[in-house]
């Protein structure tokens, strides 16, 4: 699943906020996102196809036309492929990168509290 140009996502599929953060990036987005968590086979291939150290910086990685990003950044390209209600999000990511990667993690730290669930089936309604 996924050509070359396509966005897929790799998400921590431990938490309860993850199934509500892709459905969140599912409707924003105007291109279909493929989302997996990262404990699956297909996440094990894209890493060793994409070799790179950042892989385990993250709880949601999106890889498309070969390249990886992660944390602020990865949800900066899900939202560059945004419908367009949506479009004037994007203006958020003119904040510097290390703040945006700073919100990022407390929130990727806190993400069990936020949703208060400690499962979750990223897929479970496709």
Same mark, same amino acid.
């Given at each position: 699943?996924?050509? /070359?140009?396509?966005? &897929? *996502?790799?998400?921590?599929g431990?938490c309860?906020?993850?199934?509500?953060?892709?459905?969140? @990036?599912?409707?924003?987005?105007?291109?279909?996102?493929?989302?997996?968590?990262?404990?699956?086979?297909?996440?094990?291939?894209?890493?060793?196809?994409?070799?790179?150290?950042?892989?385990?910086? /993250?709880?949601?990685q &999106? *890889?498309?036309?070969?390249?990886?990003?992660?944390?602020?950044?990865?949800?900066?390209?899900? @939202?560059?492929?945004?419908k367009w209600?949506?479009?004037?999000?994007?203006?958020?990511?003119?904040?510097?990168?290390?703040?945006?990667?700073?919100?990022?993690?407390?929130?990727?730290?806190?993400?069990?509290?936020?949703?208060?669930?400690?499962?979750?089936?990223?897929?479970?309604?496709?």
């Open positions: 699943m996924g050509g /070359a140009n396509s966005l &897929v *996502v790799f998400i921590d431990d309860g906020f993850c199934q509500w953060a892709s459905g969140i @990036l599912r409707r924003i987005s105007a291109e279909e996102l493929a989302i997996y968590p990262q404990s699956t086979a297909l996440c094990k291939s894209y890493q060793e196809k994409i070799p790179d150290s950042r892989w385990s910086l /993250a709880t949601v &999106v *890889v498309t036309n070969g390249r990886l990003y992660i944390k602020s950044a990865a949800i900066a390209e899900v @939202l560059k492929h945004a209600p949506f479009l004037p999000l994007r203006l958020v990511f003119l904040l510097p990168v290390k703040l945006l990667d700073h919100m990022y993690d407390f929130v990727a730290k806190h993400r069990y509290f936020f949703n208060g669930k400690e499962a979750c089936e990223i897929n479970s309604k496709e």
